[in-house]
Protein backbone atom coordinates (compact mmCIF):
# COMPACT_ATOMS: atom_id res chain seq x y z
CA UNK A 1 0.00 0.00 0.00
CA UNK A 2 1.38 3.58 -0.96
CA UNK A 3 2.05 5.54 1.78
CA UNK A 4 0.17 8.83 1.97
CA UNK A 5 2.77 11.93 2.94
CA UNK A 6 0.00 14.27 5.59
CA UNK A 7 -0.16 17.45 4.34
CA UNK A 8 -0.85 19.65 7.22
CA UNK A 9 3.07 19.89 8.40
CA UNK A 10 5.36 22.51 7.32
CA UNK A 11 3.55 23.88 4.06
CA UNK A 12 2.73 27.35 2.97
CA UNK A 13 0.01 27.89 1.01
CA UNK A 14 -2.50 29.92 -0.62
CA UNK A 15 -6.25 30.72 -0.88
CA UNK A 16 -8.85 31.63 -3.97
CA UNK A 17 -8.01 35.18 -4.66
CA UNK A 18 -4.89 35.30 -2.82
CA UNK A 19 -1.14 34.64 -3.25
CA UNK A 20 1.59 32.41 -1.23
CA UNK A 21 5.27 32.07 -1.77
CA UNK A 22 7.37 29.57 -0.22
CA UNK A 23 11.11 29.64 0.23
CA UNK A 24 13.06 26.32 0.30
CA UNK A 25 15.31 24.70 2.24
CA UNK A 26 18.45 22.83 0.14
CA UNK A 27 19.58 19.35 0.95
CA UNK A 28 22.81 18.20 1.07
CA UNK A 29 22.36 14.05 0.88
CA UNK A 30 23.73 12.57 -2.29
CA UNK A 31 20.59 11.74 -4.45
CA UNK A 32 19.99 8.22 -6.38
CA UNK A 33 18.71 10.26 -9.64
CA UNK A 34 18.32 9.15 -12.89
CA UNK A 35 20.84 9.13 -15.60
CA UNK A 36 24.04 10.74 -13.40
CA UNK A 37 26.46 10.31 -11.00
CA UNK A 38 29.05 7.57 -10.81
CA UNK A 39 29.27 4.76 -12.62
CA UNK A 40 30.31 1.07 -11.51
CA UNK A 41 31.91 -1.08 -14.26
CA UNK A 42 30.66 -4.72 -15.52
CA UNK A 43 31.96 -7.01 -18.41
CA UNK A 44 30.64 -10.24 -19.14
CA UNK A 45 32.70 -13.73 -18.22
CA UNK A 46 33.45 -16.46 -19.95
CA UNK A 47 30.16 -18.60 -19.14
CA UNK A 48 27.88 -16.11 -20.49
CA UNK A 49 28.36 -17.54 -24.17
CA UNK A 50 28.01 -21.34 -23.30
CA UNK A 51 25.56 -21.19 -20.16
CA UNK A 52 21.74 -21.05 -21.09
CA UNK A 53 19.55 -18.08 -18.86
CA UNK A 54 23.19 -17.02 -17.14
CA UNK A 55 24.06 -13.34 -15.93
CA UNK A 56 27.19 -12.41 -14.12
CA UNK A 57 25.13 -9.24 -13.11
CA UNK A 58 24.37 -9.87 -9.26
CA UNK A 59 21.40 -8.50 -8.65
CA UNK A 60 21.51 -7.57 -4.62
CA UNK A 61 24.52 -6.11 -5.58
CA UNK A 62 23.53 -3.46 -8.30
CA UNK A 63 20.19 -2.97 -5.50
CA UNK A 64 22.95 -2.10 -2.92
CA UNK A 65 24.96 -0.10 -5.32
CA UNK A 66 21.98 1.76 -5.69
CA UNK A 67 20.61 2.01 -2.19
CA UNK A 68 23.87 2.50 -0.34
CA UNK A 69 26.48 5.63 0.52
CA UNK A 70 27.18 7.04 -3.21
CA UNK A 71 23.27 6.09 -4.79
CA UNK A 72 24.51 4.62 -8.05
CA UNK A 73 22.15 4.46 -10.56
CA UNK A 74 24.11 3.43 -13.66
CA UNK A 75 26.13 0.61 -14.65
CA UNK A 76 28.70 0.59 -17.80
CA UNK A 77 27.49 -3.05 -19.05
CA UNK A 78 30.60 -4.17 -21.54
CA UNK A 79 29.18 -7.35 -23.69
CA UNK A 80 32.94 -9.06 -24.50
CA UNK A 81 32.35 -10.51 -28.14
CA UNK A 82 35.36 -12.89 -27.84
CA UNK A 83 33.63 -15.98 -28.91
CA UNK A 84 32.46 -14.66 -31.84
CA UNK A 85 35.45 -13.02 -34.31
CA UNK A 86 34.31 -15.45 -37.00
CA UNK A 87 30.59 -15.74 -36.78
CA UNK A 88 27.28 -14.23 -35.67
CA UNK A 89 26.47 -13.58 -32.13
CA UNK A 90 24.29 -17.18 -30.82
CA UNK A 91 21.03 -17.24 -29.74
CA UNK A 92 22.28 -17.91 -26.18
CA UNK A 93 24.14 -15.06 -25.87
CA UNK A 94 21.33 -13.26 -26.88
CA UNK A 95 18.95 -14.47 -24.92
CA UNK A 96 21.40 -13.31 -21.50
CA UNK A 97 21.86 -9.87 -22.81
CA UNK A 98 18.14 -9.54 -22.57
CA UNK A 99 18.61 -11.18 -18.75
CA UNK A 100 21.01 -8.52 -18.00
CA UNK A 101 18.40 -5.71 -19.10
CA UNK A 102 16.13 -7.39 -17.16
CA UNK A 103 17.51 -7.41 -13.87
CA UNK A 104 19.36 -4.00 -13.90
CA UNK A 105 15.43 -3.11 -14.87
CA UNK A 106 14.22 -4.89 -11.86
CA UNK A 107 17.10 -3.63 -9.64
CA UNK A 108 15.66 0.13 -10.87
CA UNK A 109 18.95 1.21 -12.61
CA UNK A 110 20.13 1.79 -16.13
CA UNK A 111 23.34 1.09 -17.97
CA UNK A 112 25.79 2.45 -20.39
CA UNK A 113 26.55 -0.28 -22.85
CA UNK A 114 29.41 -1.09 -24.99
CA UNK A 115 30.27 -4.16 -27.27
CA UNK A 116 34.33 -5.31 -27.60
CA UNK A 117 36.21 -7.90 -28.83
CA UNK A 118 39.04 -8.09 -26.68
CA UNK A 119 40.13 -6.94 -23.25
CA UNK A 120 43.48 -7.03 -23.38
CA UNK A 121 46.34 -5.03 -25.81
CA UNK A 122 48.16 -7.71 -27.97
CA UNK A 123 49.31 -9.11 -31.74
CA UNK A 124 46.02 -10.40 -32.45
CA UNK A 125 43.43 -9.08 -34.37
CA UNK A 126 41.17 -6.88 -32.04
CA UNK A 127 37.84 -7.11 -33.97
CA UNK A 128 36.28 -9.16 -37.05
CA UNK A 129 35.97 -7.79 -40.39
CA UNK A 130 33.87 -5.12 -40.88
CA UNK A 131 31.29 -7.32 -42.51
CA UNK A 132 31.10 -9.28 -39.78
CA UNK A 133 30.71 -6.34 -37.47
CA UNK A 134 27.70 -4.98 -39.20
CA UNK A 135 25.78 -8.52 -39.23
CA UNK A 136 26.30 -8.21 -35.50
CA UNK A 137 25.15 -4.68 -35.27
CA UNK A 138 21.59 -5.88 -36.86
CA UNK A 139 21.39 -9.04 -34.01
CA UNK A 140 21.46 -6.69 -31.38
CA UNK A 141 19.00 -4.21 -33.15
CA UNK A 142 15.97 -5.54 -31.51
CA UNK A 143 17.30 -5.74 -28.17
CA UNK A 144 18.58 -2.16 -28.18
CA UNK A 145 14.95 -1.12 -29.21
CA UNK A 146 13.38 -3.48 -26.70
CA UNK A 147 15.18 -1.92 -23.81
CA UNK A 148 15.65 1.35 -25.21
CA UNK A 149 14.27 2.49 -21.24
CA UNK A 150 16.78 1.38 -19.31
CA UNK A 151 19.76 1.88 -22.26
CA UNK A 152 21.24 5.75 -21.23
CA UNK A 153 24.17 5.62 -23.98
CA UNK A 154 25.59 3.32 -26.39
CA UNK A 155 29.26 3.40 -26.72
CA UNK A 156 30.94 3.26 -30.13
CA UNK A 157 33.00 0.30 -29.48
CA UNK A 158 33.64 -2.87 -31.99
CA UNK A 159 36.79 -1.45 -33.06
CA UNK A 160 39.52 -1.80 -31.28
CA UNK A 161 41.05 -3.35 -27.98
CA UNK A 162 38.69 -2.42 -25.28
CA UNK A 163 36.17 -1.48 -28.41
CA UNK A 164 38.17 2.02 -27.72
CA UNK A 165 39.19 2.21 -31.60
CA UNK A 166 42.68 2.91 -30.81
CA UNK A 167 44.89 -1.04 -31.01
CA UNK A 168 43.01 -2.68 -33.78
CA UNK A 169 45.88 -4.32 -35.67
CA UNK A 170 43.73 -4.19 -38.70
CA UNK A 171 44.32 -3.20 -42.08
CA UNK A 172 40.87 -2.49 -42.84
CA UNK A 173 40.40 -0.41 -39.76
CA UNK A 174 44.21 1.20 -39.34
CA UNK A 175 45.57 1.27 -35.96
CA UNK A 176 47.17 3.47 -33.50
CA UNK A 177 46.76 6.56 -34.57
CA UNK A 178 47.90 5.45 -38.21
CA UNK A 179 44.60 6.03 -40.05
CA UNK A 180 43.91 6.25 -44.16
CA UNK A 181 41.07 8.00 -45.48
CA UNK A 182 39.67 4.28 -46.78
CA UNK A 183 40.38 2.75 -43.34
CA UNK A 184 38.19 6.06 -41.95
CA UNK A 185 35.37 5.46 -44.11
CA UNK A 186 35.21 1.67 -42.50
CA UNK A 187 34.99 3.25 -39.07
CA UNK A 188 32.48 5.75 -40.73
CA UNK A 189 30.11 3.33 -42.05
CA UNK A 190 30.56 1.04 -38.08
CA UNK A 191 29.41 4.04 -36.90
CA UNK A 192 26.61 5.02 -39.24
CA UNK A 193 25.41 1.27 -38.68
CA UNK A 194 25.37 2.04 -34.51
CA UNK A 195 23.31 5.10 -35.34
CA UNK A 196 20.85 3.55 -37.76
CA UNK A 197 20.39 0.56 -35.59
CA UNK A 198 20.27 2.13 -32.05
CA UNK A 199 16.99 3.80 -31.39
CA UNK A 200 17.23 7.37 -31.56
CA UNK A 201 16.26 8.36 -27.71
CA UNK A 202 19.85 6.42 -27.06
CA UNK A 203 23.16 8.86 -27.47
CA UNK A 204 25.80 7.19 -29.02
CA UNK A 205 29.45 8.16 -27.28
CA UNK A 206 33.18 8.20 -29.11
CA UNK A 207 36.78 8.02 -27.64
CA UNK A 208 37.69 11.13 -29.06
CA UNK A 209 36.86 14.65 -30.59
CA UNK A 210 38.49 12.79 -33.88
CA UNK A 211 36.15 10.51 -34.38
CA UNK A 212 33.07 12.90 -34.54
CA UNK A 213 34.86 15.68 -36.51
CA UNK A 214 35.46 12.97 -39.18
CA UNK A 215 32.11 11.97 -39.14
CA UNK A 216 30.42 15.50 -39.16
CA UNK A 217 32.81 17.43 -40.92
CA UNK A 218 34.24 19.56 -37.86
CA UNK A 219 30.83 20.70 -37.64
CA UNK A 220 30.14 22.41 -33.94
CA UNK A 221 26.59 21.78 -31.99
CA UNK A 222 24.55 25.03 -31.37
CA UNK A 223 21.40 25.32 -29.41
CA UNK A 224 19.30 25.59 -32.87
CA UNK A 225 21.03 22.06 -34.13
CA UNK A 226 20.98 20.29 -30.59
CA UNK A 227 18.47 17.87 -29.31
CA UNK A 228 17.69 16.68 -33.45
CA UNK A 229 17.89 13.06 -34.81
CA UNK A 230 21.19 14.07 -36.63
CA UNK A 231 24.04 12.44 -36.07
CA UNK A 232 25.66 16.05 -35.06
CA UNK A 233 23.20 16.26 -31.78
CA UNK A 234 23.48 12.53 -31.30
CA UNK A 235 27.36 11.98 -30.68
CA UNK A 236 28.43 12.35 -26.57
CA UNK A 237 32.13 10.99 -25.89
CA UNK A 238 33.34 8.94 -23.54
CA UNK A 239 37.45 9.40 -21.81
CA UNK A 240 38.63 6.44 -20.58
CA UNK A 241 42.06 8.00 -19.81
CA UNK A 242 40.61 11.38 -17.88
CA UNK A 243 43.49 13.27 -16.84
CA UNK A 244 46.11 11.44 -17.75
CA UNK A 245 49.64 12.53 -19.87
CA UNK A 246 49.41 12.00 -23.68
CA UNK A 247 46.57 14.42 -24.01
CA UNK A 248 44.25 12.02 -21.65
CA UNK A 249 45.55 9.15 -23.24
CA UNK A 250 45.07 10.22 -27.11
CA UNK A 251 41.92 12.03 -26.64
CA UNK A 252 43.17 15.35 -27.26
CA UNK A 253 45.69 15.91 -29.46
CA UNK A 254 48.95 17.63 -27.97
CA UNK A 255 52.55 17.88 -28.79
CA UNK A 256 54.26 16.45 -26.04
CA UNK A 257 53.60 14.28 -23.04
CA UNK A 258 52.79 16.16 -20.42
CA UNK A 259 51.38 18.76 -22.20
CA UNK A 260 48.11 20.12 -20.59
CA UNK A 261 45.06 19.36 -23.15
CA UNK A 262 42.94 22.31 -21.61
CA UNK A 263 41.75 25.38 -23.23
CA UNK A 264 43.65 23.16 -26.64
CA UNK A 265 41.08 23.03 -29.73
CA UNK A 266 39.52 19.33 -28.93
CA UNK A 267 39.19 20.45 -25.70
CA UNK A 268 37.24 23.36 -26.77
CA UNK A 269 35.13 21.42 -28.96
CA UNK A 270 34.29 18.44 -26.60
CA UNK A 271 33.37 20.82 -23.83
CA UNK A 272 31.38 22.75 -26.36
CA UNK A 273 29.71 19.23 -27.77
CA UNK A 274 29.23 18.17 -24.00
CA UNK A 275 27.01 20.87 -23.15
CA UNK A 276 24.06 18.69 -25.55
CA UNK A 277 25.21 15.33 -24.95
CA UNK A 278 26.58 12.60 -22.18
CA UNK A 279 29.67 13.06 -21.25
CA UNK A 280 31.94 9.85 -18.90
CA UNK A 281 34.62 8.05 -18.70
CA UNK A 282 37.23 7.05 -15.83
CA UNK A 283 40.47 7.99 -14.60
CA UNK A 284 43.52 5.25 -16.62
CA UNK A 285 47.00 6.99 -14.33
CA UNK A 286 48.37 9.20 -11.86
CA UNK A 287 49.51 12.73 -13.08
CA UNK A 288 49.94 15.39 -10.98
CA UNK A 289 48.73 17.95 -10.34
CA UNK A 290 46.16 17.20 -13.02
CA UNK A 291 44.71 14.23 -11.36
CA UNK A 292 44.89 16.24 -7.86
CA UNK A 293 41.18 16.41 -6.86
CA UNK A 294 40.99 20.39 -6.90
CA UNK A 295 41.80 20.33 -10.92
CA UNK A 296 39.41 17.10 -11.58
CA UNK A 297 36.60 19.32 -10.03
CA UNK A 298 37.27 22.23 -12.47
CA UNK A 299 37.77 19.70 -15.35
CA UNK A 300 34.85 17.95 -14.45
CA UNK A 301 32.39 20.57 -14.82
CA UNK A 302 34.79 22.20 -17.32
CA UNK A 303 33.68 19.30 -19.99
CA UNK A 304 30.65 18.68 -18.48
CA UNK A 305 30.72 15.46 -17.01
CA UNK A 306 27.64 13.02 -16.41
CA UNK A 307 28.78 9.69 -14.90
CA UNK A 308 32.43 9.44 -13.59
CA UNK A 309 33.81 5.23 -13.02
CA UNK A 310 34.23 4.32 -8.94
CA UNK A 311 36.24 1.28 -9.96
CA UNK A 312 39.46 3.03 -11.75
CA UNK A 313 41.89 4.27 -11.75
CA UNK A 314 41.91 3.00 -8.00
CA UNK A 315 44.43 4.86 -6.30
CA UNK A 316 43.23 8.73 -7.55
CA UNK A 317 39.43 7.45 -6.43
CA UNK A 318 41.28 6.58 -3.18
CA UNK A 319 42.65 10.05 -3.00
CA UNK A 320 39.66 11.85 -4.08
CA UNK A 321 37.97 9.93 -1.25
CA UNK A 322 40.47 10.81 1.46
CA UNK A 323 40.65 14.46 0.50
CA UNK A 324 36.92 14.68 0.51
CA UNK A 325 36.37 15.54 -3.20
CA UNK A 326 35.05 12.09 -4.66
CA UNK A 327 32.01 13.60 -1.99
CA UNK A 328 31.62 16.63 -4.07
CA UNK A 329 31.98 14.55 -7.42
CA UNK A 330 29.43 12.02 -6.06
CA UNK A 331 26.69 15.25 -6.03
CA UNK A 332 27.69 17.25 -8.58
CA UNK A 333 28.17 15.02 -11.65
CA UNK A 334 25.23 15.32 -14.02
CA UNK A 335 22.90 17.60 -12.88
CA UNK A 336 21.16 18.30 -9.83
CA UNK A 337 18.06 20.92 -9.40
CA UNK A 338 17.94 22.87 -6.19
CA UNK A 339 14.58 24.72 -5.30
CA UNK A 340 14.49 28.00 -4.40
CA UNK A 341 10.91 28.99 -4.17
CA UNK A 342 7.54 29.16 -5.78
CA UNK A 343 5.07 31.57 -5.73
CA UNK A 344 1.21 30.60 -6.25
CA UNK A 345 -1.03 32.85 -7.32
CA UNK A 346 -5.12 32.01 -7.84
CA UNK A 347 -7.66 34.57 -9.76
CA UNK A 348 -10.85 33.14 -10.50
CA UNK A 349 -9.92 29.59 -11.79
CA UNK A 350 -6.42 30.31 -13.23
CA UNK A 351 -3.33 29.53 -11.03
CA UNK A 352 -0.50 31.69 -11.69
CA UNK A 353 2.69 29.25 -10.85
CA UNK A 354 6.51 30.70 -10.76
CA UNK A 355 8.91 28.54 -9.69
CA UNK A 356 12.57 29.36 -9.21
CA UNK A 357 15.49 26.88 -8.67
CA UNK A 358 18.64 26.14 -10.00
CA UNK A 359 21.11 23.55 -11.71
CA UNK A 360 24.59 23.42 -9.24
CA UNK A 361 25.77 20.50 -10.92
CA UNK A 362 28.56 19.40 -13.72
CA UNK A 363 26.16 19.37 -16.63
CA UNK A 364 22.48 19.55 -18.08
CA UNK A 365 20.67 16.43 -18.47
CA UNK A 366 20.97 15.10 -21.86
CA UNK A 367 17.54 13.39 -22.43
CA UNK A 368 14.08 14.54 -22.53
CA UNK A 369 11.62 14.32 -19.91
CA UNK A 370 8.35 16.18 -19.99
CA UNK A 371 7.92 18.13 -16.39
CA UNK A 372 4.36 17.95 -14.21
CA UNK A 373 2.83 20.25 -12.22
CA UNK A 374 0.82 17.91 -10.39
CA UNK A 375 -2.32 18.77 -8.12
CA UNK A 376 -3.66 16.05 -5.62
CA UNK A 377 -6.89 16.17 -4.50
CA UNK A 378 -6.33 15.94 -0.38
CA UNK A 379 -10.21 14.22 0.20
CA UNK A 380 -10.23 12.18 -2.82
CA UNK A 381 -6.28 11.52 -3.43
CA UNK A 382 -6.77 11.71 -7.25
CA UNK A 383 -3.89 13.64 -9.52
CA UNK A 384 -4.47 15.99 -11.98
CA UNK A 385 -1.33 16.66 -14.10
CA UNK A 386 -0.34 20.07 -15.85
CA UNK A 387 2.58 20.28 -18.71
CA UNK A 388 5.38 22.73 -17.66
CA UNK A 389 6.44 24.87 -20.78
CA UNK A 390 10.11 24.14 -20.48
CA UNK A 391 12.95 21.37 -21.05
CA UNK A 392 15.30 20.32 -18.42
CA UNK A 393 18.14 19.86 -21.01
CA UNK A 394 18.67 23.93 -20.98
CA UNK A 395 17.79 23.73 -17.16
CA UNK A 396 21.69 25.60 -16.46
CA UNK A 397 22.58 27.70 -13.28
CA UNK A 398 19.29 29.74 -12.92
CA UNK A 399 15.76 28.56 -14.35
CA UNK A 400 12.63 30.39 -13.94
CA UNK A 401 9.68 28.86 -14.95
CA UNK A 402 6.33 31.47 -14.66
CA UNK A 403 3.19 29.69 -16.09
CA UNK A 404 -0.45 30.20 -15.72
CA UNK A 405 -3.00 26.77 -15.75
CA UNK A 406 -6.54 26.77 -16.31
CA UNK A 407 -8.51 25.34 -13.67
CA UNK A 408 -11.90 25.66 -15.19
CA UNK A 409 -11.87 21.79 -15.30
CA UNK A 410 -10.83 21.05 -11.90
CA UNK A 411 -12.94 19.79 -9.49
CA UNK A 412 -13.88 21.63 -6.72
CA UNK A 413 -11.76 20.94 -3.57
CA UNK A 414 -8.21 21.25 -2.02
CA UNK A 415 -5.10 20.43 -3.40
CA UNK A 416 -1.36 19.85 -2.28
CA UNK A 417 0.96 20.57 -5.30
CA UNK A 418 3.72 18.78 -6.69
CA UNK A 419 6.74 19.19 -9.18
CA UNK A 420 7.01 15.78 -10.99
CA UNK A 421 10.11 15.17 -13.42
CA UNK A 422 9.23 11.29 -14.31
CA UNK A 423 11.15 8.95 -17.13
CA UNK A 424 9.57 9.50 -20.71
CA UNK A 425 9.06 6.11 -21.34
CA UNK A 426 6.04 4.58 -20.88
CA UNK A 427 6.99 1.51 -19.29
CA UNK A 428 8.69 2.83 -16.52
CA UNK A 429 7.21 6.50 -16.02
CA UNK A 430 5.33 5.49 -13.24
CA UNK A 431 8.25 4.09 -11.39
CA UNK A 432 9.92 6.82 -8.84
CA UNK A 433 12.97 5.38 -9.30
CA UNK A 434 13.11 6.65 -12.93
CA UNK A 435 11.46 9.95 -11.69
CA UNK A 436 13.96 13.19 -10.68
CA UNK A 437 14.43 14.08 -7.27
CA UNK A 438 15.20 18.00 -6.55
CA UNK A 439 17.80 18.37 -3.86
CA UNK A 440 15.68 19.81 -1.17
CA UNK A 441 14.16 18.95 2.13
CA UNK A 442 11.38 18.08 3.21
CA UNK A 443 10.17 17.69 -0.29
CA UNK A 444 10.86 14.07 -2.35
CA UNK A 445 8.21 11.06 -2.18
CA UNK A 446 9.97 8.40 -2.72
CA UNK A 447 6.69 6.34 -3.10
CA UNK A 448 5.42 8.49 -6.11
CA UNK A 449 8.46 10.59 -7.31
CA UNK A 450 6.78 13.56 -6.50
CA UNK A 451 8.55 16.74 -5.26
CA UNK A 452 6.52 18.51 -2.69
CA UNK A 453 6.40 22.06 -3.48
CA UNK A 454 4.30 22.50 -0.05
CA UNK A 455 1.90 24.82 -1.77
CA UNK A 456 -2.18 24.22 -1.37
CA UNK A 457 -4.80 25.07 -4.22
CA UNK A 458 -7.85 25.45 -3.33
CA UNK A 459 -10.62 26.26 -5.78
CA UNK A 460 -14.33 27.08 -5.20
CA UNK A 461 -13.55 26.28 -2.19
CA UNK A 462 -16.87 27.66 -0.25
CA UNK A 463 -19.47 27.63 -2.97
CA UNK A 464 -19.31 23.38 -3.78
CA UNK A 465 -20.43 23.69 -7.01
CA UNK A 466 -23.29 26.79 -6.18
CA UNK A 467 -22.17 29.60 -7.73
CA UNK A 468 -25.08 31.60 -6.13
CA UNK A 469 -22.90 31.00 -2.91
CA UNK A 470 -20.04 33.41 -3.89
CA UNK A 471 -22.05 36.26 -3.35
CA UNK A 472 -23.54 35.78 -0.18
CA UNK A 473 -20.89 34.68 1.35
CA UNK A 474 -17.14 34.86 1.84
CA UNK A 475 -14.98 33.56 4.30
CA UNK A 476 -11.14 34.00 4.25
CA UNK A 477 -8.25 33.54 4.96
CA UNK A 478 -7.85 29.91 4.44
CA UNK A 479 -5.59 28.34 5.71
CA UNK A 480 -5.68 30.75 8.76
CA UNK A 481 -3.34 31.91 11.44
CA UNK A 482 -5.66 33.34 13.83
CA UNK A 483 -8.42 35.47 12.46
CA UNK A 484 -11.24 34.45 10.57
CA UNK A 485 -13.15 36.81 8.61
CA UNK A 486 -17.06 36.12 7.66
CA UNK A 487 -18.80 38.66 5.15
CA UNK A 488 -22.52 37.89 4.91
CA UNK A 489 -24.41 39.49 2.12
CA UNK A 490 -27.06 41.07 5.00
CA UNK A 491 -26.70 41.93 8.38
CA UNK A 492 -28.93 39.44 9.81
CA UNK A 493 -28.36 37.16 12.59
CA UNK A 494 -26.37 34.19 11.98
CA UNK A 495 -25.29 30.96 13.70
CA UNK A 496 -21.60 30.00 13.42
CA UNK A 497 -20.38 26.58 14.33
CA UNK A 498 -17.08 24.66 14.32
CA UNK A 499 -16.30 21.27 14.75
CA UNK A 500 -13.41 18.66 14.00
CA UNK A 501 -13.67 16.84 10.73
CA UNK A 502 -15.00 13.64 13.43
CA UNK A 503 -18.04 16.46 13.90
CA UNK A 504 -17.45 16.94 17.50
CA UNK A 505 -18.42 20.52 18.55
CA UNK A 506 -15.22 22.99 19.01
CA UNK A 507 -17.40 26.33 19.02
CA UNK A 508 -20.01 28.23 18.65
CA UNK A 509 -20.84 31.97 17.38
CA UNK A 510 -23.72 34.22 17.08
CA UNK A 511 -23.39 37.32 14.54
CA UNK A 512 -25.23 39.93 13.55
CA UNK A 513 -23.18 42.18 11.23
CA UNK A 514 -22.39 42.46 7.62
CA UNK A 515 -18.57 42.30 8.24
CA UNK A 516 -17.09 39.93 11.26
CA UNK A 517 -14.19 38.55 12.44
CA UNK A 518 -13.86 35.67 14.17
CA UNK A 519 -10.60 35.15 16.71
CA UNK A 520 -9.18 31.68 16.73
CA UNK A 521 -6.06 31.88 17.78
CA UNK A 522 -6.44 29.63 20.10
CA UNK A 523 -7.78 26.99 18.08
CA UNK A 524 -5.13 23.66 17.28
CA UNK A 525 -3.78 23.22 14.22
CA UNK A 526 -5.81 21.28 12.19
CA UNK A 527 -8.95 20.65 9.38
CA UNK A 528 -12.20 22.01 10.92
CA UNK A 529 -15.88 22.00 9.48
CA UNK A 530 -17.71 25.58 9.71
CA UNK A 531 -21.05 25.77 9.70
CA UNK A 532 -22.75 28.64 8.86
CA UNK A 533 -27.05 29.08 8.94
CA UNK A 534 -29.34 31.87 8.91
CA UNK A 535 -32.33 32.63 6.71
CA UNK A 536 -30.47 32.47 3.46
CA UNK A 537 -27.80 29.57 3.91
CA UNK A 538 -27.23 26.48 5.75
CA UNK A 539 -23.75 25.76 4.55
CA UNK A 540 -20.78 23.85 5.73
CA UNK A 541 -16.99 24.57 4.81
CA UNK A 542 -14.05 23.64 5.22
CA UNK A 543 -11.02 25.61 7.15
CA UNK A 544 -7.68 25.24 7.59
CA UNK A 545 -6.18 26.32 11.16
CA UNK A 546 -2.45 26.44 10.79
Known sequence: MKRILPFIYYFFTIISFGQTTVNYNESFAVIANPERGLQKYTITDENYNSTQNYSNI??????????????ITVILRCFLLNDFFFSPISDNYLTNIQKDFDIIREAGLKCII???????????????????ILIHLKQIASLLETNKDIIVTHQAGFIGTYGEWYYTNSTEFGSE??????????????????????????PIQVRYPLIKKKLCQNTSLTPLTAYHDTPLARIGFFNDGFLNDYGDQGTYEVSSQFENPFNTADYIYLSNETKYTPMSGETNGLNPPRTNGDNALIELDATNWSFLSRDYYEPIITNWADSGYLATMTKKLGYRFVLQNSTFNINNTTLSVKINLKNIGFARPFKKRIVYLVLRNNSTYLTYSFALDTDIRNWENLIHINQNFSLEDLPSGQ????????????????????????????CWNDDTGFNDLNQIVTKNFFDDGDNTMTNKLKLYPNPIASELNIDLEVAESTQITICTISEKRILEFTVKNHKNKLLLDKLNPGIYNVTVTNTAINKTFKIVKL
Open 415 to 442: YSSYLYLPDSESNIQNTSAYSIQMANTN
Open 58 to 71: DSAEITNWRTGNEK
Open 114 to 132: RFSYSDKISTDIQQPTKEL
Open 177 to 202: GDISSTQWENRKEVLEAMLSTTPITI
